[in-house]
């Protein structure tokens, strides 16, 4: 599949804790993403390891280069959603 998408999610919140946990679950998702990132990113441009695997090295960077973004771009959406409610 290729191309630009748009995806919507519609998911009931209960509660104010309940959007507090969804937050706190997102950002401990891209927190994780940040740390794995700059951990493979160091060993990469440290030259660790064989040509090969310094491929899949960059392949694992770009990966959670991009899932951290996405989890950022879904966090800064849930803000944009929350903003309008109020």
Known sequence: MSGRRTIR???AIESEDE???LRGALLAARATELSELGRRAGRHSYGYGSDTARETMS???ASHRRRHDLLDRLLGAIDEAVAGDR
């Open 19 to 21: 959007l507090q946990a």
């Open 9 to 11: 999610i519609e998911l």
């Open 59 to 61: 392949a694992e960077v």
